[in-house]
Structures are given as structure tokens and as C-alpha cells.
């Protein structure tokens, strides 16, 4: 029995309007939607934009430099890492439960009939770079997520979609027909919040040659932070339900308007708080390692989280949903300090650390704005010095979206202003002088009260009023 994709109703006019449009270009792009085992979901589809540094036409009249050019793209010439990297980057923006499920392409038969191999180059080439930047993917059980992606695609000749199915986890399997079905589904998902706050102290055993590689660095050893979240207790709406339970079951349906995401559509979604309280995990392995440390970070500030399940979800799925993007939000602003630091750094600013250490660095927050007739919320992540403008041009780049500023949800998280920076600069410093050993002893025990990596995390839901996020490096 083939597996079905459950096609949300608003795709059709993406769809239609490639086959009306009688262009020229190929088109090739990503399925976003959630993934279960009996059944896909698409949510969106998101054009891949044209790769950087095509070939421009040799001669342009002056009315074609009036006119905007596009670039004509080939599917055979498609590079499966442009859309790989395209995925990444779109990966960090999706909140909890929605992911990247599969590849679409556009193209006339005949040229469709002849770049199925790179079809497949781009959709394992894609699930490969996903997979490699997700801490949380080893914790991610069969019964959760499927490996079986989609490749649909779009004939512009007969206007025909045919849509298939592979294991992307394995490189030999083939791929397998699929029936794709339209339904208006998204805007009655069930919509989950979360507020957790985040106070960890990680010692940095190598030397860093710039502030670019300490933020790498904590990024790979965000271990502790995640075992913690992913054991952690989660309370719905204050109360603890039984996992196997529907997340619906007990829930009436009401209608939210622009409560529980801001609105949007016009289903009758419902809202659930969610609360993530740590465990204290008992563990016989009393084993310390001791290890030098060349530099010492503090993460504080708190994450706002939203997810999204289908309507028939399990209470399992829908915790998962929210825990994952805790621990992508996190991941995703480690990943873009890191990318901005590399880019915009002299060489005397990147090895600031060496020359005037401790150093504060506000890592981005995190904005929300919607998915075009829906009440999904994606995000985007911006610096302290960037404008509404800068978060809009990237959401047009990656997600062919045409939004206004007044479609940008700012209230979400807040950036530490001036006085709370200082003040966590002078903690930074005494904290520092108490800790001018060069050796920090970290124990494989997760949670206990000590310098050790993951120490001291404090998640408290709706406890936290202000969402402040900024990165505190100490060089010792």
C-alpha cells in the first residue's frame, strides 16, 4: 500500500500559477510540512532562489535594464548543494513540527524524464545537510518522524503531478509511488507555546584563534543543554497527560481568532501552554575528567518557542514538536553568531577575546511572522543592529515571501539593553577572577550544581517575563 501526502488546499495557486505562468525556467524547491508514519503532511512549498553568481545576458537594452532579470534556470544544471544549503537555512526559520519532508521540481516532460538522477542527488544531498546540523536527530525515534521523503513533480507539458516516496536514511532504496491529496487541513493544527529560560555555564577547552570558532565550539556542546530538555517533564495547559493520550482528546474545539499564533486563517485551532520542567537525573557513573580550559562561555536569556502538530497527534508528538525547536532556536543563534562574527570581523575585532577579554555578544532574537493564510508562524533571527527591512529581505530570499513590516511580530523576545549588559559583564568578571584556575573539572553526571558543562539551566515556562539572549565569553 502506497503512503499518502496530505496536500494543504493552499497550494494549488503556487502550483497553477507555475503552469500558467509559460516561463521558461525550470523550477525546483522544497516541500515543508510534518512527517508521520501512516501519512505526510505538505504544508508549503518554497522556490529554491537562483544560485549566486549565474552568467548575466552579454548585451541589455535599455528597457531590459528598466526591467528586473530573471535567471533562467536549467534542472539538469541545478547543484544539489545550492538546494542543500537553501534547506539548512530554511530549517532554522520553521518552528516545532514542521521540517523540510521532501524536493518539488517544475519542468516539461521531457526534461523531467531526463534529470531524475539529480533528483535524487538533490533530495539525499538535502536530508544529509539537515541531518548533520540537527543535535536533537538522535533522539528522533521511527514513530515520531519517517524517513520516507517526497520528490513531486510537475510536468509543464501534460500539467500532470506525480509524486513518489524514498528512504532517505537508506542510499540504495528506490523510489516508491505516492498518491498526493488535497485537503484544507493547517489552519484547525493544534498550536503549542513555550517559554524557557536558559542559564548555562560551558568551559571551552581549545584555543580559539577568533570569536567566530568560540561560538562553533559551544555550539558542538550543547549535549548536556539538549539531554536535559529532551528528558525534561512537560506540563500542558498545567497539567501532566498521559503521552499515548490524543493531544486533542480532552481539548473542545474553539475558535481562537488571533489568539494562539496571531491568527491568520480562519480554522478553529486550539492553543496549549507548555511548561518544561528539568528532572534531576540519578546516575551511578561518578567518573570526573579533568581537562584544561582555554575559555569560559555563559548563555543566559529565555526562548520563546511555537510548534505545530496535526490534528490527531499524540501528546508524545506534540512535546517533541516544542523540544525540538528549543533546541534548534538555540542552535540556529549559535550558527548565525558565528556566520556574522566570521563576515563581519577586522582581524583585530575577531581576536578581541585575546586582547581585552571577558566580551559580551547580544546573540539575534527571534521574530515570527505568518505563512500566507495560515496561522503557522515562521521566524527569523536578527542582531541588535539590523532593521525590520534586513529581516523582510531575507524572508523574500528564502521564502518568496512579499511581507510588509507591519507583518512582523517583534513582541516575542527582547534584546538585553545597555545596563542589563554591563551588569552581566561585571558578574562575568567577578566570576572570572574566582575561576583564574586554568583546569575545569567536568563530570559525565548531567545537572548537578557545579563548574561543569550544562550546569545550571533553568527552565520555567511561563515563569519568564522578558526574553533577553546574549552570549558571555571569558578568557582565561
Known amino acids: 500500500m502506497g503512503k499518502t501526502i496530505i496536500a494543504e488546499d493552499l497550494m494549488q495557486s503556487y502550483i497553477n500559477g507555475l503552469l500558467t505562468s509559460q516561463q521558461n525556467s525550470d523550477a525546483i524547491g522544497l516541500v515543508v510540512g510534518q512527517s508521520t508514519s501512516q501519512k505526510d503532511y505538505a504544508v508549503y512549498l518554497v522556490p529554491t532562489p537562483p544560485e549566486e553568481g549565474e552568467e548575466e545576458p552579454e548585451e541589455e537594452s535599455e528597457e531590459d535594464k528598466e526591467e528586473p532579470t530573471q535567471s533562467i534556470l536549467k534542472l539538469d544544471d541545478v547543484s544539489e548543494h545550492w538546494v542543500a544549503e537553501h534547506a539548512r537555512q530554511v530549517t532554522r526559520m520553521l518552528p516545532g513540527g514542521l521540517s523540510i519532508t521532501g524536493i518539488y521540481a517544475y519542468a516539461s516532460g521531457d526534461v523531467m524524464?531526463?534529470?531524475?538522477?539529480?533528483?535524487?542527488?538533490?533530495?539525499?544531498?538535502?536530508?544529509?545537510?539537515?541531518?548533520?546540523?540537527?543535535?536533537?536527530?538522535?533522539?528522533?525515534?521511527?514513530?515520531?518522524?519517517?524517513?520516507?521523503?517526497?520528490?513531486?513533480?510537475?510536468?509543464?507539458?501534460?500539467?500532470?503531478?506525480?509524486?513518489?516516496?524514498?528512504?532517505?536514511?537508506?542510499?540504495?532504496?528506490?523510489?516508491?509511488?505516492?498518491?498526493?491529496?488535497?485537503?484544507?487541513?493547517?489552519?484547525?493544527?493544534?498550536?503549542?507555546?513555550?517559554?524557557?529560560?536558559?542559564?548555562?555555564?560551558?568551559?571551552?577547552?581549545?584555543?580559539?584563534?577568533?570569536?567566530?570558532?568560540?561560538?562553533?565550539?559551544?555550539?558542538?556542546?550543547?549535549?548536556?543543554?539538549?539531554?536535559?530538555?529532551?528528558?525534561?517533564?512537560?506540563?500542558?495547559?498545567?497539567?501532566?497527560?498521559?503521552?499515548?493520550?490524543?493531544?486533542?482528546?480532552?481539548?473542545?474545539?474553539?475558535?481562537?481568532?488571533?489568539?494562539?499564533?496571531?491568527?491568520?486563517?480562519?480554522?478553529?485551532?486550539?492553543?496549549?501552554?507548555?511548561?518544561?520542567?528539568?528532572?534531576?537525573?540519578?546516575?551511578?557513573?561518578?567518573?570526573?575528567?579533568?581537562?584544561?580550559?582555554?575559555?569560559?562561555?555563559?548563555?543566559?536569556?529565555?526562548?520563546?518557542?511555537?510548534?505545530?502538530?496535526?490534528?490527531?497527534?499524540?501528546?508524545?508528538?506534540?512535546?517533541?514538536?516544542?523540544?525540538?525547536?528549543?533546541?534548534?532556536?538555540?542552535?540556529?543563534?549559535?550558527?548565525?553568531?558565528?556566520?556574522?562574527?566570521?563576515?563581519?570581523?577586522?582581524?583585530?575585532?575577531?581576536?578581541?577575546?585575546?586582547?581585552?577579554?571577558?566580551?559580551?555578544?547580544?546573540?539575534?532574537?527571534?521574530?515570527?511572522?505568518?505563512?500566507?493564510g495560515t496561522h503557522i508562524s515562521i521566524c527569523d533571527y536578527v542582531f541588535k543592529d539590523e532593521t525590520a527591512q534586513d529581516s523582510l529581505d531575507r524572508l523574500q530570499e528564502l521564502f518568496s515571501l512579499k511581507l510588509v513590516e507591519e507583518d512582523l511580530e517583534f513582541g516575542a523576545e527582547h534584546l538585553p539593553d545597555d545596563s542589563e549588559l554591563e551588569a552581566a559583564e561585571r558578574s562575568c568578571e567577578s566570576q572570572a577572577s574566582e575561576d583564574s584556575a586554568s583546569e575545569i573539572v567536568e563530570e559525565n553526571t548531567k545537572g548537578k550544581k557545579s563548574h561543569v558543562v550544562g550546569a545550571a539551566v533553568g527552565i520555567a515556562g511561563a515563569v519568564v517575563a522578558a526574553a533577553l539572549s546574549y552570549l558571555a565569553m571569558n578568557q582565561e
Do not use: M
Open 113 to 372: 524524464k531526463n534529470a531524475q538522477a539529480k533528483l535524487r542527488q538533490v533530495l539525499f544531498a538535502t536530508y544529509k545537510a539537515i541531518r548533520k546540523h540537527d543535535v536533537f536527530a538522535k533522539r528522533k525515534g521511527k514513530d515520531v518522524e519517517s524517513l520516507d521523503w517526497t520528490v513531486l513533480q510537475i510536468d509543464a507539458t501534460t500539467r500532470k503531478l506525480t509524486c513518489r516516496v524514498t528512504d532517505v536514511a537508506d542510499p540504495k532504496s528506490t523510489a516508491r509511488p505516492a498518491d498526493w491529496k488535497y485537503q484544507s487541513f493547517v489552519n484547525k493544527w493544534p498550536y503549542l507555546e513555550c517559554r524557557v529560560h536558559v542559564d548555562i555555564t560551558v568551559p571551552l577547552k581549545n584555543q580559539a584563534q577568533d570569536c567566530s570558532q568560540y561560538s562553533k565550539q559551544l555550539s558542538t556542546t550543547l549535549t548536556p543543554f539538549v539531554d536535559i530538555i529532551y528528558n525534561s517533564i512537560a506540563v500542558i495547559n498545567g497539567e501532566l497527560k498521559n503521552v499515548d493520550d490524543a493531544l486533542e482528546a480532552q481539548q473542545s474545539k474553539r475558535k481562537q481568532g488571533k489568539k494562539g499564533g496571531g491568527g491568520g486563517g480562519s480554522g478553529d485551532s486550539s492553543s496549549y501552554s507548555v511548561e518544561l520542567l528539568a528532572q534531576n537525573p540519578l546516575s551511578s557513573n561518578d567518573k570526573v575528567t579533568i581537562s584544561k580550559c582555554s575559555a569560559c562561555s555563559h548563555v543566559h536569556g529565555a526562548i520563546h518557542s511555537r510548534a505545530y502538530v496535526h490534528n490527531k497527534a499524540t501528546v508524545k508528538e506534540a512535546i517533541h514538536a516544542v523540544k525540538a525547536d528549543v533546541v534548534r532556536s538555540l542552535q540556529s543563534r549559535f550558527e548565525l553568531l558565528s556566520e556574522d562574527l566570521r563576515q563581519s570581523s577586522s582581524e583585530k575585532e575577531v581576536k578581541e577575546l585575546e586582547i581585552a577579554p571577558p566580551t559580551l555578544i547580544a546573540t539575534p532574537r527571534r521574530l515570527f511572522t505568518k505563512l500566507p
